[in-house]
T-cell receptor
Framework: QKEVEQDPGPLSVPEGAIVSLNCTYSNSAFQYFMWYRQYSRKGPELLMYTYSSGNKEDGRFTAQVDKSSKYISLFIRDSQPSDSATYLC???????????FGEGTQLTVNP | GAVVSQHPSWVICKSGTSVKIECRSLDFQATTMFWYRQFPKQSLMLMAT?????????EQGVEKDKFLINHASLTLSTLTVTSAHPEDSSFYICSARAPGTTNEKLFFGSGTQLSVL
């Protein structure tokens, strides 16, 4: 079983839709939760970073962490065609330096 | 935000040759850099952690003699794929940690697509 599970999609939505991206994990020691956006053939770009459980909002993006369910989400409001990319979740324990990534969900926002 | 430059962005080489990929932190000094490999539609897999002035730490299953890492300065780390074979074809990405930050806020290079014929 993978430590981090992420639905690879692809996910296709119309412009303006609310997008929900999710990851589940099995390692209860994960305390840091990140979401990265990766355009084709490019390096990942950090979007959101959350410590432990709770919500965090940044513009059109909201990250949620539910440690009791080992479930994290990224919501994108008023989605735009420029949001079309692969979204990767990543997690880290308190100690150590290793980030564990999900496989990424490919999102297409259609004009 | 901090900028990490990776070069080249793509390379095609013949089987048996060696390829060097450079990763530079442009506006900060990075004591620690990381090298990842990503196969199509798969997750980023950490290959090794590169520390300035010391030997790299390789992940289990990664051949250190095949993937040579050099971090000779605070702004440059290089990954050399020696005697490359078609199975080494992949997308290689470096990342760096800015001073005063932890690994939750890594900055990534733009990646290098390696194709071995």
């Amino acid at each position: 079983q993978k430590e981090v599970e992420q639905d690879p999609g692809p996910l296709s939505v119309p412009e303006g839709a609310i997008v929900s991206l999710n990851c589940t994990y099995s390692n209860s020691a994960f305390q840091y939760f990140m979401w990265y956006r990766q355009y084709s053939r490019k390096g990942p770009e950090l979007l959101m970073y959350t410590y432990s459980s709770g919500n965090k909002e940044d513009g059109r993006f909201t990250a949620q962490v539910d440690k009791s369910s080992k479930y994290i989400s990224l919501f994108i409001r008023d989605s735009q065609p420029s949001d079309s990319a692969t979204y990767l979740c990543a997690m880290k324990e308190t100690s150590g330096s290793r980030l564990t990534f999900g496989e990424g969900t490919q999102l297409t926002v259609n004009p | 935000g901090a900028v990490v430059s990776q070069h080249p962005s793509w390379v095609i080489c013949k089987s048996g040759t060696s390829v060097k990929i450079e990763c530079r932190s442009l506006d900060f000094q990075a004591t620690t850099m990381f090298w990842y490999r990503q196969f199509p539609k798969q997750s980023l897999m950490l290959m090794a952690t590169s520390n300035e002035g010391s030997k790299a730490t390789y992940e289990q299953g990664v051949e250190k003699d095949k993937f040579l890492i050099n971090h000779a300065s605070l702004t440059l780390s290089t990954l050399t794929v020696t005697s490359a074979h078609p199975e080494d074809s992949s997308f290689y990405i470096c990342s760096a940690r800015a001073p005063g930050t932890t690994n939750e806020k890594l900055f990534f290079g733009s990646g290098t697509q390696l194709s071995v014929l």
